[in-house]
């Protein structure tokens, strides 16, 4: 990726070592996220993909090792400022959607904005565009429930990139889907990533979710084992 020579660095982790109670779960890993860029994290279950998500992305902290985001580093943050810093720059997509089931599709989106303070004809104006652009907005009022699987994913990408983060995060974004709306949530994210300039670091298991990717990074054992450029087929 030539971005990742001519872009600044957004996110570095500096010899991560993470540990629960007695079980270390990685070992001294270390990486840097560039501007823009789209970075899978692969490996088999147990290789320590969701620890270093969460870890990224200020849900937990390391045992020892630096998290910098944008030359701030995040084990100096407490947590209250942690959570400004997730709310304002990070966007997180999960397997099983997590939305509030007692909100409409369109008040979760608005969300976000919500916290952050955003003024409510500017809320509704950008909600109303993201969910157009994720192909939704039919369904700005319908509660979750009412939602197929496919058309919750689309809504938990939009509510993850509403305020317009710098870096999303996503576990498994597909893994609760089939494989025709899996691909179509991809390649949603590829567009999206392409179009606003939003870094995504992503956890799969999926060599087709890798291949949305410009590099791979491989886990094994709480260790990098290998990184790569991903498959250039789609990008």
Known sequence: MTESVTTPVLLQASDVHHAYRERTVLAGVSL?????????????????????????GG?????????EFDDVC??????????????RHFG?????????PTLTASENVELPLQLLGVP???????????LERVGVLHR????????????????????????????????????????????????????????????LVLVTHSPEAAAICHREIRLRDGVIETESPASSERL
Do not use: W, Y
């Open 140 to 199: 700005a009022d319908a509660p979750p429930g009412e939602l197929s699987g496919g058309e919750m994913q689309r809504i938990a990408i939009a509510r993850a990139l509403i305020h317009r983060p710098r870096l999303l995060l996503a576990d498994e974004p597909t893994g609760n889907l089939d494989s025709r709306n899996g691909q179509r949530i991809l390649d949603l994210l590829r567009q999206l990533s392409d179009e606003t300039g939003t870094a």
């Open 120 to 130: 409510a004809p500017e809320r509704r104006t950008r909600v109303a565009a993201l």
């Open 74 to 87: 995040l084990n100096d943050l407490d947590g209250n400022g942690l959570a400004a810093l997730r709310r």
């Open 32 to 56: 840097c996220i560039h501007a823009g860029e789209r970075v899978a994290l692969t490996g088999p279950s147990g290789s320590g993909k969701t620890t270093l998500l969460n870890l990224l």
């Open 59 to 67: 849900v937990d902290r390391p045992t020892s090792g630096r998290i």
């Open 92 to 100: 997180t997509v999960f397997q099983f959607f997590h939305l509030l």
